[in-house]
């Protein structure tokens, strides 16, 4: 079977370590074919560290290659709707790094294009895709934890070294940077269901945007999460799910590795990266890049994840 041909948008470092990633996959599976950034000299400087064959100085260019069979895209969160509707309406498929949009009406326009074309699109919430996950909604379904009842989840680092989380116009800030971690964590726990009731409550800095937030949510039958974040200082980067039978724990739930539960702890070591990574446990990208293979294989338009 030909390998899923990829085309990477930006040339920042979430795309670096997106690339160091796929090389942990076999090469007969997935290739990049070509990078693009907002200058010719920065995407042929990837390209060369990278040993990619093609290279383009507009996103527009790369939209334009046949060879392409999917579009990574890691360029700023405001860039990601235009980009990711020039993609679709060149008719590439696409994975967009998150926030997929930075509001909800780009957002339904975005998956209103994309069901259109009739053409795959995928937001990439990494975490989703870790093994941990898997053994995660195991034990959920399993029943071992008796009715869940409680969810909590803390994610919170020192970003003060990096000015886009404080830049209201690229879209910062603690909740839709890092937020959206423990909310995801929270929907799939909750298989996917509306909150009845939702309290948050947090800071904002002198640029408007989040410094840190507190959120409580209510759910049907008495179930509750209560979920923060901060870009300040560091939280516990721990999740657990808490039964009226047993509870389990989840260290670095936004990228885990290991889930420690009633009858041990299960691990799921990551592939050493060939390259230097810029963030953690970052050849987890590796997960996302899988499953979008099998979803193109299988002809599937958008995958919807609860």
Not at 100 to 116: D, F, G, H, T, Y
Not at 154 to 161: A, L, M, P, T, V
Request: net charge negative; charged share 20%; with cysteine.
């Amino acid at each position: 079977m030909a390998p899923t041909r990829w085309g990477i948008v930006s040339a920042g470092k979430i795309s670096n370590d997106f690339k160091v990633a796929l090389d942990t996959l076999p090469d007969e599976e997935h290739q990049v074919v070509a990078v693009a950034a907002r200058s010719l000299e920065r995407a042929e400087q990837f390209a060369k560290t990278h040993n990619i064959p093609s290279a383009y100085g507009s996103y527009a260019e790369l939209a334009a290659q046949e060879v392409i069979d999917v579009v990574y895209i890691g360029a700023t969160h405001p860039q990601h709707a235009p980009v990711t509707t020039m993609m679709l309406r060149a008719g590439k498929p696409v994975l967009c790094e998150k926030p997929m949009c930075v509001n909800s009406r780009e957002a339904r326009q975005v998956i209103s294009l994309a069901k259109e074309k009739n053409i795959f699109f995928m937001e990439a919430i990494w975490s989703r895709f870790f093994p941990v996950y898997e053994k995660v909604r195991e034990i959920l379904d399993s029943g071992e934890l008796g009715e869940v009842k409680m969810v909590t989840a803390s994610f919170g680092i020192n970003f003060d070294g990096v000015p886009r989380f404080r830049d209201r116009s690229l879209a910062g800030g603690s909740l839709i940077e890092i937020g959206i971690y423990p909310i995801q964590f929270t929907t799939m726990v909750f298989g996917g269901e509306e909150p009845q009731e939702i309290t948050a409550t947090g800071h904002l800095i002198d640029t408007g945007v989040d410094e840190a937030a507190s959120i409580v949510l209510k759910y049907s039958n008495n179930r509750m999460a209560v979920l923060t974040c901060s870009m300040s200082t560091t939280l516990a980067q721990e999740a657990y799910v808490y039964g009226t039978k047993a509870s389990i724990k989840i260290p670095n739930f936004w990228c885990p590795t290991k889930v420690i539960a009633q009858d041990g702890t299960h691990e799921f070591p990551l592939p050493p990266p060939g390259k230097p990574l810029n963030y953690f446990h970052s050849t987890g990208l590796r997960f996302e890049v899988m499953e979008v293979r099998r979803c193109l294989q299988e002809g599937q338009i958008m995958f919807q994840i609860l």
